[in-house]
């Protein structure tokens, strides 16, 4: 494509750049993008009690770090694909709204996980929300 924008003359075919550039910019969209998204493609979630931050990594740039606030969270996981030997799906992630308690989704993943591995990263994420008790000893103290 820049061999055709160099090999333009201004002057006679002016009117040819916006349309030359309107055609690289939509093929490098729809076809490239994806092609690097499958080639080198990985998804990075934070997930923390207060928000989940997601940004996709096409090998060659970074998507901006794009952060969804909630105020109570919800988790689901649908299998999207089944193969004879194993079963993929996303995870969505759901904000309650805090005025009428609805449900909103917020997030899903746009890689498709293996279902065992679904479940695992919904146990982890569980995790955080537990409340931490404290272990009685932890530190050395006195009865005086």
Same mark, same amino acid.
């Given at each position: 494509? $820049?061999?055709? *924008? ?13 349309? $030359? ?18 080639? *080198?493609?990985? /998804?990075?979630?934070?997930?923390? #009690? ?16 794009? #952060? ?6 919800? @988790? ?6 089944? #193969? ?20 909103? /989704?917020?997030?899903? #993943?746009?890689?498709?996980?293996? /279902? ?7 146990? @982890?994420?569980?995790?955080?929300? /537990? ?14």
């Amino acid at each position: 494509m $820049l061999f055709i *924008f160099a090999k333009i003359d201004p002057v006679k075919h002016g009117a040819a750049i916006i349309p $030359l550039f309107l055609v690289s910019f939509l093929f490098y969209y729809f076809i490239v993008r994806y092609t690097l998204w499958n080639w *080198f493609g990985k /998804e990075h979630l934070i997930i923390n #009690t207060k928000s989940v931050s997601t940004q996709l990594d096409y090998g060659w740039y970074r998507t901006n770090l794009k #952060t969804m606030n909630f105020s109570r969270l919800g @988790l689901s996981s649908e299998i999207i694909q089944k #193969t004879d030997e194993q079963s993929f799906g996303k995870i969505y992630f759901f904000n309650y709204r805090e005025e009428d308690n609805l449900p909103e /989704e917020i997030y899903q #993943t746009a890689i498709l996980l293996p /279902e065992q591995q679904l479940e695992e990263i919904k146990d @982890l994420i569980w995790l955080l929300f /537990e409340p931490v008790t404290p272990t009685l000893n932890q530190f050395p103290y006195s009865l005086n």
